[in-house]
């Protein structure tokens, strides 16, 4: 039997996987565990399985000297020091694919929730304010035949293109390689500013790395349409928030759409003012189904990886030719 800690109670699917394998201690409480939880419930531990909201650093992995594999309950992999985890030997997992089309969708409803201002109709519903059919009530932006600009053509990036294929949207893609997928579907690829230039909706899917924050930083979103609105269900930090504020206050963009916030779960105060800014609580894979299956595949990932064999799901495939 491996030993493992588990920073949050997941999905009883994947608790199975592990349990029929590993001692498995999971931090009991329902809230984020501190670095010093975390240290004190894996210093002892050959495996960690971790969430996107645990800083998982050197000073954790140093302090934890008998890990041997950390899997992520996530796609990004931001929140954990590859590096160093490939320096000490420690392999990597992550459970991509098992989020595509789910955060896909988030993105998609996001889109459509600030184009058709559906948050807006919502809340003069509840205020009881809805005094019959206008003319002018809640003009929003068609999203059929508008151009959506999509940076980060990966799986998610693809799953959206083909969303808004079905939406009979013009598509353009930034990615550093082309995707024969968008192609086939009429997309073009341009560079960022290009793109950022001539799109009405701009929508990131690209993970957070040094290259990627503060991508859309102010002379990007300067250089946006003033109809066009931004959509961020990758990270936070790959936009910098507080030029986005200055943005939509001098009205230099239409809106803006968010999953994720650069210093979440703060959020930058006077985002909860706009109207025009729809504000979801990082949720983009948030469905029954795929939470399931991203247990599942974060637990057979640890596993895996405990037993000696090569995950599927591997992040630094280098650990297996760098190891001491
Ligand atoms: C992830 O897994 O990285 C996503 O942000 C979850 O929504």
């Known amino acids: 039997m491996y030993n493992v800690f588990v920073t949050r109670k997941i999905p009883e699917e994947g608790m199975e996987i592990l349990e029929k394998e590993c001692k498995v201690e999971v931090f009991p409480e329902e ?34 000297a008998k890990l041997r594999a950390i899997s992520t309950y996530s796609a990004g992999v931001n929140h954990i020091d590859v590096a160093h985890a490939t320096k000490k030997g420690i392999v990597v997992t992550n459970a991509p694919s098992a989020l595509t089309e789910t955060t ?30 206008a003319p002018t009530l809640l003009l929003g932006t068609d999203v059929h035949g508008s151009t959506v600009g999509i940076i980060g053509a990966g799986k998610i990036g693809t ?25 086939e579907m009429g997309g073009i690829k341009l560079e960022i500013d290009d793109l950022v230039r001539e799109s ?24 946006m349409k003033k109809s066009a609105y931004l959509i961020n269900t ?71 990886a405990l037993k000696g064999e090569t995950p599927d799901q591997i992040v630094n495939p280098d650990v297996f030719t760098k190891k001491s």
Not at 105 to 128: C, K, Q, S, T
Not at 200 to 223: A, K, Q, W
């Open 31 to 64: 809230r984020i565990p501190t670095k010093a939880e975390i240290i004190a419930g894996a210093r002892d531990k050959e495996g960690l399985l971790c969430l996107l909201t645990d800083t998982i650093d050197a000073e954790v992995m140093d302090a934890c």
């Open 104 to 133: 896909a969708d988030l993105a998609f409803g996001l889109l459509l929730a600030v184009a058709r201002r559906i948050p807006e109709g919502d809340r003069l519903m509840r205020r009881r304010a809805f005094t019959g059919w």
């Open 159 to 183: 799953a959206v293109a083909r969303r808004a294929k079905g939406f009979g949207m013009e598509i353009l893609y930034a990615s550093r390689k082309p995707n024969r997928e968008i192609e």
């Open 200 to 223: 009405d909706f701009v929508t990131l899917h690209i993970p957070l790395t040094r290259d990627t924050y503060h991508l859309m930083d102010e002379r990007r979103l300067r250089m």
């Open 234 to 304: 990758a990270r936070g930090q790959c936009v910098d928030e507080k030029a986005l504020v200055r943005c939509l206050k001098e009205g230099v963009i239409a809106g803006a759409a968010l999953d994720v916030y650069e210093f979440e779960p703060a959020v930058t105060e006077e985002l909860y003012e706009m109207e025009n800014v729809v504000l979801a609580p990082h949720i983009g894979s948030a469905t029954t189904r795929t939470r399931t299956n991203m247990a599942i595949m974060a637990a057979t990932q640890l596993v895996k």
